[in-house]
């Protein structure tokens, strides 16, 4: 999409079967992780969040895994929808409160 | 639909000119978020206020100023417009500090 960096890493999924989505986030002293969503020509949507005093954190679909010894959050989508197609952001609270730092961006593509 | 709302939708201006973009945030939230999107620097937070108030700084040129009135609406001002601006921009909102932040469509500026 016209939102998103030329070098996107790129995860491509059968209709149906279950994606995961990685990153590493840099701070360790983050204690609020979020996941977005962003398709092509709107803003990002708030997916599901994570604060530092879980690992684990189940929505709709949707998990998210916080693995803070190694700094690092994962996005796990359950059944992969082709409306899932869309770039993946994760997202951890900076220096001061409030503001978020993004991580560069998954695109997921579906595949019908 | 985030309930947030952004003018205008695209902005094609000229080197050295001078914008200004407008965010209404969701009813009943605070805090005002200001955020850029450029392909080669990906989602980057630029500036936040709450209730009025300037609460923190990211990597806003000084060139860039905002600001957030009694009615909550925010305004960024880009000034001495360069090519190097070109980008979206996104304006959030939240209730209060470090909760969900919900995001706008986005205002796409073209500097030729």
């Known amino acids: 999409g016209e939102s998103v960096g030329l070098h996107l890493p790129t995860l491509s999924v059968q209709e149906g079967d279950n994606s995961i989505i990685n990153c590493a986030y840099s701070n360790s002293a983050s204690d609020y992780f979020i996941w977005y969503k962003q398709e092509s020509g709107k803003g990002p949507q708030f997916i599901i969040d994570i604060r530092s005093n879980m690992d684990k954190r189940q929505g709709q679909r949707v998990t998210v895994l916080l693995n803070k010894t190694v700094k690092h959050l994962s996005l796990q989508i359950a059944a992969t929808q082709p409306g899932d197609s869309a770039v993946y952001f994760c997202?951890?609270?900076?220096?001061?409160?409030?503001?978020?730092?993004f991580g560069k961006g998954t695109k997921l593509s579906v595949k019908p | 639909d985030s309930g947030v709302t952004q003018t205008p939708k695209h902005l094609i201006t000229a080197t050295g000119q001078r914008v200004t973009l407008r965010c209404s945030p969701r009813?009943?939230?605070?805090?005002v978020y200001w955020y850029q999107q450029s392909l080669d620097q990906g989602l980057q937070f630029l500036i936040q206020?709450?209730?009025?108030?300037?609460?923190a700084k990211g990597n806003i040129l000084e060139r860039f100023s905002a600001q957030q009135f009694p009615d909550l609406h925010s305004e960024l001002n880009l000034s001495s417009l360069e090519l190097g601006d070109s980008a979206l921009y996104f304006c959030?909102?939240?209730?209060?500090?470090?909760?969900?932040?919900?995001f706008g469509p986005g205002t796409r500026l073209t500097v030729l």
């Open positions: 959030a909102s939240s209730v209060v500090l470090d909760s969900e932040q919900f």
């Open positions: 997202a951890e609270n900076g220096r001061s409160q409030g503001n978020l730092i």
């Open positions: 009813s009943g939230d605070l805090s």
């Open positions: 206020y709450y209730n009025g108030e300037e609460r």
